[in-house]
């Protein structure tokens, strides 16, 4: 079955950088796109970005192009998204998907979510 | 940035109730548009994908509509599980927003 597991709660600093994992099994992964979408607290979903594990392409956000980078690493199967100069306002549920559909695109999986808190 | 707002954002019904969510895109989607169901703590879940097809494994009480700039989701005869927060999505240029959510709370 489709899984994406997705690393631990992390705890941050003011201006430093968080790089979070998403572990996949029970597909091929080179096939499918990675998402990310964030939510903060008591907020809707935002879209930061995706990225293509068969070629590396990926599309950020505007919002976020500078600061966040996205990659892959098709030996184990995992998606990463690093994101710098982090502010309190970046205080978020981090989510991994995967991207199904063709013409039509939809985010069928998702990983569990990480929190990520940025406090002094 | 194409902006979705959803009406109500907070609705309260009963077990058995049918129920309606809007969503509106700032400018025409055709039919780019998803559906999600978000309980708390946990990850969305998609329910429609194309504005009117159901996702596999998704109860049939659940149906969308629309095209163009306006969009529906009917839950028919709610159950005790469907409490939860909805939220639509464009998928029609990036970046890929959301609507705010709807919550959906028991009467």
């Known amino acids: 079955q489709v899984q994406l597991v997705q690393s631990g709660a992390e705890v941050k600093k003011p201006g430093a950088s968080v790089k979070v994992s998403c572990k996949t099994s029970g597909y091929t992964f080179a096939t499918f796109r990675v998402s990310w979408v964030r939510q903060a607290p008591g907020q809707g979903l935002e879209w930061m970005g995706w990225i293509s594990p068969y070629n590396g392409n990926a599309n950020y956000a505007q919002k976020f192009q500078g600061r966040v980078t996205m990659t892959t690493d098709t030996s184990t199967n995992t998606a990463y998204m690093e994101l710098m100069s982090l502010t309190s306002d970046d205080t978020a549920v981090y989510y991994c998907?995967?991207?199904?559909?063709?013409?039509?695109?939809?985010?069928?999986?998702w990983g569990q979510g990480t929190l990520v808190t940025v406090s002094s | 940035d194409i902006q979705m707002t959803q009406s109500p954002s907070s609705l309260s019904a009963s077990v058995g109730d049918r129920v309606t969510i809007t969503c509106r895109a700032s400018q025409t989607i055709s039919s780019y548009l998803n559906w999600y169901q978000q309980k708390p703590g946990k990850a969305p879940n998609l329910l429609i994908y194309?504005?009117?097809s159901l996702q596999s494994g998704v109860p049939s009480r659940f149906s969308g509509r629309g095209s163009g700039t306006d969009f529906t989701l009917t839950i028919t005869s709610l159950q005790p599980e469907d409490f939860a927060t909805y939220s639509c999505?464009?998928?029609?240029?990036?970046?890929?927003?959301f609507g705010q959510g709807t919550k959906l709370e028991i009467e």
């Open positions: 998907a995967r991207v199904g559909g063709g013409n039509y695109y939809y985010f069928d999986f």
């Open positions: 194309a504005a009117s």
């Open positions: 999505q464009q998928i029609y240029s990036t970046p890929y927003t």
